[in-house]
């Protein structure tokens, strides 16, 4: 490479989103990029031009491993969506005259579906234009919904994560008896796509039976029929445990968590409250049945627990980072660098790059044959999907008992 | 020993308590019980007769080795508080005709202020009537609050995860930038006692300032000051996080989940809803300063979560679980093992009986100096008290991506 580099990170945290930037960094070094910046919370910061030169924070090889084991965005996020380029030029302008300034030769941008869009703008903007900068789209999200990529990066490992916890959940679940039952409702994210939810399977196993049932929010929700299976099921067992996705609806498109909604609840300060699906749920069940029930979100966690991340995971974030600067420097523009599954057993994985105008905003969801006929659980072909993107560990690095990170000073 | 041995677990599980289990049961067979039987689901499942010869379970040093890394009550658990003495004989006089019959010589109890309890009741009926078995009981708890030992089995390893999730929400809370600021309030057990809520001190280190606020349920919560505080370091920063345990309460007594009862609100079954402690302040605080907010409860993971046990712990409550066994086979009954700290640097304990009439239903709170003074944190010493016990690593035995657990059908 003759000019410099430019990478940004975009959209909600991953535990995997900072491997991929060691990984735009260390092959941009390799490929003799001079600097490599990244700039702070994304194109809204680099509008701002908030950004800084990588160098002075990976100065060396066990940086770059720690970058890895650090959750959450480094560089800091953004969710901000670039006008249309006939709205208004002066954006485009403005950004590319800080692309000038810093010789940019390669622009990458880590991120999802909004993030694609961002690359699909920039680039087709550059061609418009003639500019010579190069614009390469990197995925990452948790809800592993892109299209054209086998998986995204970031998702194996908040899999991982899911699986770990409710099993360790269903584990819990187990000891305690309540004389009439006890229902635990795990609220998992994903609010379209239903990848992250249907990941509870992976707790079962020779040792454990897994979650009793599992709601994706690819399907409509009876709340009926779902308070006839507990019930079913609490006639045969003491504890049932249940994952629903937190975007789960009814038939009529209403999401479950704006039925705690219609009573009009509001706070003591006048705020309308929006009760969560799990919650709702187990006030629910505990109405029909009378059993005890508990409400377990998942929360920001599902995202974030580094110390449970998937080594396949990590490494191939790691890789579509290199394979990004690789495709800028060979001149690519305007692609996105995809994961395509090359053997399932033995799991290998390879990358590709595809034009991102196929891609960016567009949404992959679980096919229906992958959800079991009445809807309330995923079908093996789902688990040997996910189950190679697990696998693996990535040991923390631990100073003083608790995983080290990367710090960037804010 | 000449007799039998038979364990039970009791109380809320953590990802110790079988490592407990697993020294009970090692120890007595090295010191020569010719059956170790398990109760399940504790001193309740036992009136019932309920129980197993551990040896089906523990067939070789590789199930013990996965006993320590599953977590929960591998028994089963139970809520069940003896009557006394004089008020039902009936109850003891049926628990001893099953030790008789299975010719119980030592009874350990694994659990918190409720299992000393009963450990105490049935030690003394036996005083009182003769009998030969010994009762000895093995402390069990994540609150910590077990008077006369230095800390509890399955706290270390409780606060190891509250000090890595802590962690790695802070990380995640750093990432967006909202106009008016981010405030996580993360909620952490503990009704009474705040040794687990201070645990998410230990996230701070030279890679992360730490949460910014941390209230522990020991000392009155005033809201108004909580609000002001918040305001304040929002001027500074964009992202504020804070730990707060489930149980603070006004300084006259009601418990801040309280008050999102105060308007009544009633779901749709016609429940009573208790809205949770981080919820109604993020409430709170979203009405005050107009702020983006989000709660977060750690939920059952906090007490369950095996894959980031801590290794201290886990040796330690192997530990005392064999200073259980030794302790009655030496004669000793109506006692309790307890963990001494010999030396903070290095850091060493070791295990010693005390008198369990000493222990049972008894709370050891957070000392008054070890919270600062405006009691919006804990202090150094706090740390210090906390970090030895979150040491080290026990690596999971993972199978297909998932930790395995030694697995009981149920």
């Known amino acids: 490479m003759k000019g410099n580099v430019i990478v940004g990170q975009s959209g909600g945290p991953t535990a ?36 800084i030169d990588l160098s002075e924070y990976i100065t060396n090889e066990l940086d770059a491993e720690l970058l ?17 380029i ?20 390669a622009f990458i941008y880590i991120g999802g579906n ?28 948790i809800d592993n919904d892109l299209a054209l990529t086998d998986h995204t990066p970031g998702y194996g490992s908040a899999a991982k994560y899911i699986g770990t916890s409710v099993k360790e959940i269903i584990r819990d679940s187990f000891c305690l008896e309540y004389e009439k039952g006890l229902v635990s409702i795990i609220e998992i994210m994903g609010r379209n796509a239903g990848w992250l939810t249907g990941a509870a399977a992976l707790a079962k196993g020779e040792d454990c039976a897994g979650p009793d049932l599992i709601y994706l929010p690819e399907l409509p929700f009876d709340i009926e029929a779902f308070g006839n299976k507990v019930k079913e ?19 009529d498109g209403r999401y479950v968590c704006e039925l705690g909604q219609s009573i009009d609840f509001v706070d003591a300060f006048g705020h309308k409250q929006l009760s969560g699906t799990a919650n709702y749920l187990a006030s629910y069940i505990a109405g ?30 790691y890789q579509v980072g290199g394979a990004a600067v690789k495709a800028a420097d060979e001149g690519d523009s305007g692609k996105m660098v995809v994961l395509q599954r090359l053997s399932d057993d033995p799991y290998q994985s390879g990358t590709e790059v595809k034009d991102v105008h196929k891609i960016a905003n567009d949404e992959k969801l679980v096919p229906r044959e992958w959800v079991t006929e009445d809807g309330s659980y ?23 008992g608790i995983p080290r990170h990367l710090y960037r000073q804010l």
């Open 16 to 51: 995997a989103i900072n491997s991929s930037l060691a990984g735009v960094y260390r092959t941009a070094k390799d490929r003799g990029a001079a600097k490599v910046y990244g700039m702070l919370h994304g194109i809204q910061g680099l509008l701002q031009e908030r950004y």
């Open 233 to 251: 099921l609490l006639s045969k067992k003491s504890s049932v445990v249940v994952a629903i996705s937190e975007g789960i609806r009814l038939a």
């Open 114 to 141: 909004d993030s694609m869009d961002t690359i699909k703008k920039l680039s087709d903007y550059a061609i418009i234009t003639g500019h010579p900068t190069r614009f390469i789209g990197c995925p990452k999200t």
């Open 288 to 317: 029909e049945i009378g059993c005890k029930t508990r409400a377990i979100e998942l929360s920001s966690l599902q995202r974030s627990a580094s110390h449970c991340a998937s080594r396949v995971d990590i490494l191939e974030a």
């Open 68 to 84: 890895k084991r650090t959750p959450a965005a480094f560089l800091g996020s953004c969710r901000y969506k670039l006008p249309e």
């Open 378 to 400: 995923v079908t093996d072909e789902f688990v040997n999907y996910v189950r190679p993107l697990i696998q693996g560990d990535v040991s923390p690095v631990m100073v003083d």
């Open 86 to 105: 006939h709205e208004d030029r002066e954006v485009y302008d403005k950004i590319f005259d800080i692309l000038n300034k810093l010789n940019i030769e």
